[in-house]
C-alpha cells in the first residue's frame, strides 16, 4: 500500500494519540508531544465525521484540561495547528487556549503553580499566568543576565583609523586578517600585521564609500597561521622576515598604507656619481658628479661638474666648469667658463648675445658660434 506524504503524517499523529490515550488512562499526566497528538487527532477525526471547522477546533479545544497534562505544557503548547481533511476541502484548523486554562481549574482537581522568582527550589508562589503555567520557570523562558561584558578588556587593543577609498562599501568580517583587507582601504598596514577586528565571532564592519571609521584591533590567537586571505603572508605570523616580507609585497601591489617607514607621501633626494667608459650620470643634490671618458653629467646644484675626454656637461647653476680636450660646455648664469686645449664655450647672459669667432689654431680644435653645424 502506498501512502502519501500528508496519509504518512495523519498515521503518525495517530499513533501518538494513542499513544497519549493509554497512558491517560492509567492515570498519567501528558507531555507536550502525547497533548498535542490527541488534540490535533480529535480535530482530525471530527472533520471525518463530518463537523464543521468551528465544531471540529471545539471538540480539540474540549479533550484535555490543566489537569491531565504535565507542568509547564500549558506554556510550550499555547496553541495546536493541525491540516484536517473536511468534506468540502482541507483546511488548517487552530486551536487556541488547547487546555482551557483561561476557565480555571475544574473544581477537587489539584493545583498546579509555580516556583516564585526563578527559583525551582524556593516557597511556592501564586501562578504567575494561570492555572498549570510555570511562569518564569516555564520551557523557554528568557532569563536577563547581567550587564553586558567587553571580552576584550585586559587585551592587547589597538585602535586605528580606517578611511575607504573606494567608490563602493566595504566589508570585513571579525577573524580576517586586517593587514590583508582590500588595498583602498588606507590605514597603517604595518600597525593591522597579525591582528584582526576585535568584534564578536561572525560579525562585520562596514566601511561605506569616503568614510573613516576607526577600528580596535587584537592579536590574532592560537598558532598565528595566515594561510590564503590575499596571498601576502600565507604561513606563520611571526616567521623570521615574515613581517618585512609581507610588507614588501604589498607595497609592491599598491595597498594603500603599505609604504616603507618615512616614505609614505615624501619625494626623495640625494646625490648620484658613476665613473667608466661611456657612463651617465645626475645629481639632484650639493655635490653631484660625474667622471670617465665619453661620459655626460648634469648637475642641478652649487658645484656640479663633469669632467674627461669628451665629456660633456650642462648647469644651471652658479660655478658650473666643464674641462678637458674637446669639452664643452654651456651655462645659463654669470661665471660660466671653459678651458683647455681645443676648448669651446659660450654665454647666453644678458650682455654677451654672442659667441667666440670660428677660428683654427692648428690645435684641432675649433671656435664656433652656437647652432653652426659641426
Known amino acids: 500500500m502506498r501512502l502519501t506524504p500528508t496519509e504518512r503524517d495523519r498515521l503518525l499523529i ?23 497528538a490527541l488534540i490535533a487527532d480529535t480535530v482530525c477525526e471530527a472533520a471525518r465525521d463530518g463537523a464543521r471547522l468551528a465544531d471540529a477546533i471545539e471538540a480539540g479545544r474540549s479533550v484535555l484540561g490543566v489537569a491531565d497534562v504535565l507542568p509547564g505544557v500549558v506554556d ?48 511556592v508562589a501564586a501562578p504567575v499566568s494561570g492555572p498549570g503555567s510555570l511562569g518564569d ?22 585602535t586605528v583609523l580606517v578611511t575607504n577609498t573606494s567608490e563602493v562599501p566595504i566589508s570585513v568580517t571579525s577573524h580576517f586578517h586586517f593587514f590583508e583587507t582590500n588595498p583602498r582601504l588606507r590605514y597603517d598596514r604595518s600597525a593591522g600585521y597579525g591582528r584582526r577586528l576585535a568584534i564578536p565571532a561572525g560579525s562585520t564592519v562596514r566601511f561605506d564609500p569616503g568614510a573613516a571609521v576607526e577600528v ?8 598565528r597561521v595566515a594561510i590564503g586571505f590575499a596571498g ?102 654669470a661665471d660660466d667658463s671653459a678651458s683647455g686645449p681645443g676648448a669651446s664655450g659660450s654665454r647666453s647672459e644678458p650682455g654677451a648675445p654672442g659667441s667666440y669667432p670660428a677660428a683654427d689654431d692648428g690645435s684641432g680644435a675649433v671656435y664656433r658660434k652656437e647652432g653652426d653645424a659641426p
Open 14 to 36: 495517530f499513533t501518538a494519540a494513542e499513544l497519549a490515550r493509554a497512558r491517560r488512562a492509567r492515570g498519567l499526566l501528558l507531555n507536550v508531544p502525547e497533548a498535542v
Open 76 to 123: 510550550v503548547a499555547a496553541e495546536v495547528k493541525v491540516e484536517a481533511v473536511f468534506e468540502d476541502a482541507t483546511r488548517l484548523a487552530v486551536v487556541t487556549d488547547p487546555f482551557r486554562s483561561g476557565e480555571g481549574l475544574p473544581a477537587g482537581s489539584p493545583e498546579v503553580h509555580c516556583h516564585g522568582h526563578g527559583s525551582r527550589s524556593g516557597a
Open 137 to 158: 520557570d516555564a520551557p523557554g523562558a528568557v532569563i536577563p543576565g547581567g550587564p553586558a561584558i567587553d571580552p576584550y578588556v585586559g587585551a592587547d587593543l589597538l
Open 216 to 223: 580596535r584591533l587584537v592579536p590574532i590567537g592560537g598558532d
Open 232 to 333: 601576502l603572508v600565507d604561513g606563520p605570523l611571526d616567521a623570521p622576515g615574515a613581517r618585512e616580507e609581507a610588507l614588501r609585497k604589498a607595497h609592491a601591489c599598491g595597498y594603500l598604507g603599505a609604504e616603507p617607514d618615512g616614505a609614505a607621501g615624501e619625494s626623495w633626494s640625494g646625490s648620484g656619481s658613476g665613473s667608466g667608459s661611456g657612463v651617465s650620470g645626475s645629481g639632484s643634490a650639493a655635490g653631484g658628479s660625474t667622471s670617465g671618458s665619453g661620459v655626460s653629467g648634469s648637475g642641478s646644484a652649487t658645484g656640479g661638474s663633469t669632467s674627461g675626454s669628451g665629456a660633456s656637461g650642462s648647469g644651471s647653476a652658479t660655478d658650473d666648469s666643464a674641462s678637458g680636450p674637446g669639452a664643452s660646455d654651456s651655462g645659463s648664469v
